[in-house]
């Protein structure tokens, strides 16, 4: 017996219920997070750290790419790899003072896309604190 769908609501009923769902909704309520990461203050990359890549992966026909795979290679070798959210927004935590962020490339994939190109957004040199943003356009195939 489904107790919503098997007898009507009484007015009470139905306002226990709002309130009970909306106490659920907002203890749930948190910092906006992209690729399952924070980007609040109190998520700075450490005094070992240089910036932190982040960005969107869009289809060519501008909706965003959900679970796209993004990688992040260093040039000397290694890679790191994460996914976007629903929303195809990603970050990768910054890797060590001593890599030029230079020396990394963003690469996105999704089985059914190829990739088009890769926007780096322009980023001051020396700069560790400040995120840098690189966008990626996919292609259905």
Known sequence: MNFLRDRPLRPLQVG??????????SSGIGPAC?????FSDDNDNGAG????????VRDADGPAVGDAKVTATLKAGGALVTRT???????????????????VT????????????????P???????DPIEVECTLQKE
């Open 106 to 121: 963003i690469s996105c994939a999704k089985d059914g896309y190829k990739q088009t190109s890769v926007l780096r957004r």
């Open 34 to 38: 992209a690729g399952g990461v924070n």
């Open 16 to 25: 226990l219920i709002a309130v009970w769902a909306l106490a659920g909704l």
């Open 49 to 56: 750290q240089g910036p932190s890549f982040f960005g969107f």
């Open 85 to 103: 959210n629903t929303m195809g927004v990603y970050k990768i935590s910054g890797f060590g003072k001593d890599i030029d962020p230079e020396s």
């Open 123 to 129: 980023h001051t040199a020396g700069d560790t604190a």
